[in-house]
Structure formats: structure tokens, C-alpha cells
């Protein structure tokens, strides 16, 4: 099993939970996030005054998969969240050593199938 971590352009959510959908993982946990890498933040002006915006709005997506379908998962975030512009956000993928569905005691991968 693995986790797959994406944070990605708010703007780009809703391609990005079809594009999971289809690629086949039964779920996920969307969480609202600050961060920078690259970007640096930005430059705005509200009511005639600059200032600056250190830390932009994001998207965290964790999809907890199987490890047969992680490339497919991974490979659909990064083309639904791709707008080829700075900014567009980082996947991660990292060993899952277990699961568990509290309601039914299922435990690994029959916990995070649909």
C-alpha cells in the first residue's frame, strides 16, 4: 500500500478528484493548506497599498491506494493539476504499513477498497 500526498492550485480541484476517480482509488482527505516552494509568495495591491503574500492558498490531497495502482493515480494528479505554470504544486508517494476501516476491523488493502 502507499500514500500519496498532492498539493496543488485550489483552482485545480474538482479535475483533480475526477481524474483520481477514474484512475481507480476509492477515496480520499482534502485539506486546506498554506504553503511556498518556489513561488515565493506574491505581490498584491488592496486599496492602492502593495503588499506582500508570503504563504498562497493550496490544496493538500491524501489518497491512500494499493501498490498496483499508485503510477496511475500519481500520472492522473499530475495531468489534471498541470497548468504549466509556476505554482502548480508537488506529489508525494510514501509506504503505507497498514489500515485500518474502525467501522467493519477490515484491516490493509480490503480497508481502503470501496
Known sequence: MKMITAIIKPSRLDAALD?????????????????????KGKTEVYRGAEYEVKLLPKVKLEIAVSADIVDKVVEAV??????????????????LEAALRIRTGERDAQAIAG
Open 19 to 39: 481524474a483520481v476517480t477514474q484512475a481507480g482509488a476509492s477515496g480520499l482527505t482534502v485539506t486546506e493548506v498554506r504553503g511556498y516552494g518556489r513561488q
Open 78 to 95: 499530475a495531468q489534471a493539476a498541470n497548468t504549466g505554470k509556476i505554482g502548480d504544486g508537488k506529489v508525494f508517494v510514501t509506504d
